[in-house]
């Protein structure tokens, strides 16, 4: 009995912890940023293109850890689109973002999608230093 209980309560406690954003299973070959045009669009004149595997483990770790908001969120119009590139040609994902300002929680949406992400504010820290430092 205490064994079920004891699965139960984990089973939860993970619940709690809500849904993340998932990208494929495949290698990332590239993280291109851009300006966005709004909603439902991807803007693909691309500001920064991020190659190396640091650069792209950050993107990749901020875009599957951001948490599943419940209920309907409004927002403004995004900032920035991101578009993850796999290797193989495969289709590209993108994802709209509102980079937060320091010590606050950015936010990303799959692109024609309404459910909203948001990553920790120590996220918004390392996303903020690759994407200010080179605009």
């Known amino acids: ?17 809500g849904e993340t954003m998932v990208l494929l299973e495949e290698k990332i070959a590239a993280v291109n940023i851009s300006k966005s045009n ?4 991807m803007n693909v004149d691309i500001l920064q293109s991020f190659t190396d595997d640091e650069s792209i483990r950050t993107f990749k770790n901020a875009i599957t850890t951001a948490q599943k908001q419940m209920g309907k969120v409004d927002v403004s119009e995004p900032e920035y689109d991101v578009m993850v590139e ?28 309404d459910e909203v992400y948001l990553t920790s504010p120590k996220t918004t820290g390392k996303l ?7 605009e």
């Open 1 to 17: 009995m205490l064994v079920i209980l004891g699965i139960a309560f984990l089973a939860g406690c993970q619940s709690l912890h």
């Open 38 to 41: 709004g909603f439902d669009d």
């Open 86 to 113: 796999y290797e193989n040609e495969l289709p590209t994902h993108g994802i709209h973002l509102w980079l937060g300002k320091e010590s606050e929680k950015s936010m990303f949406m799959y692109i024609g999608d």
């Open 128 to 134: 903020r230093a690759l994407i200010i430092s080179g």
